[in-house]
């Protein structure tokens, strides 16, 4: 599905999320494309025709970044709706946040991102992320559920 199909959809498109642990610390890209250039959060894209969740965000991480990385439980799902002036529906993702531990690769930003790293709890909440990304790594390290 290119970019503009995504543009006032007639249903929710289900994407996934690769929320990849590595000790203590969540990896984050940078977003080098629209929307949201420059802010902080997980790899992914959209499941593909007859791919598992799980395997949709194993394939984006290593699309994306070039890690290895095995699934480990779905965290929980993030509806991202945005809405145009004139209040009709312009984008409308439901976005399965897949918790995997690293295996393999420092990563790289092979595409869709300006910058990959490794952060703890603390370093990411002085990054300029996206609203769910700490509430979703929290979860990812165990420190309880989001706020």
Same mark, same amino acid.
């Given at each position: 599905m290119s970019r503009s199909e995504r543009l006032y959809p007639d249903r929710p498109i289900l994407g996934c999320l690769a929320v990849v642990r590595r000790g @203590?610390? +969540? %990896? %984050?890209a940078q977003r080098s494309v629209p929307p949201s250039v420059g802010k902080w959060g997980f790899p992914g894209g959209m499941q593909e025709l007859g791919e598992t969740i799980f395997h949709g965000a194993r394939r984006e991480l290593a699309e994306e970044t070039g890690i290895a990385a095995e699934p480990v439980s779905v965290l929980t799902v993030l509806d991202a709706i945005r809405r145009d002036d004139d209040g009709r529906v !312009? +984008? !409308?993702y439901a976005l399965v946040c897949v918790l995997l531990e690293w295996r393999a690769g420092e990563g790289e930003p092979i595409e869709d991102a300006l *910058? %990959? @790293?490794w952060f703890t709890l603390e370093e990411a909440q002085a990054l300029d992320t996206f609203p769910? *990304? +700490?509430p979703v790594m929290r979860l990812a390290l165990g420190h309880g559920a989001p706020s």
């Open positions: @203590g610390r +969540v %990896l %984050l !312009h +984008v !409308h *910058a %990959l @790293g769910d *990304a +700490v």
